[in-house]
């Protein structure tokens, strides 16, 4: 039951979470278009 605080905190954040995930891969992205 690890995962689930994750889901929680996620389906509580709604539209903050979507949004920190995509700055989370976006900056992701960056970094290995960087490292490359």
């Known amino acids: ?3 689930t ?3 929680g ?3 509580a954040g709604g539209r903050m979470g979507r ?5 989370v891969n ?3 992205y960056q970094l290995a278009a960087a490292v490359e």
């Open 5 to 7: 605080p994750r889901i």
């Open 1 to 3: 039951m690890s995962a």
């Open 9 to 11: 905190i996620l389906g």
């Open 26 to 28: 976006e900056a992701g």
């Open 19 to 23: 949004i920190l995930i995509q700055a």
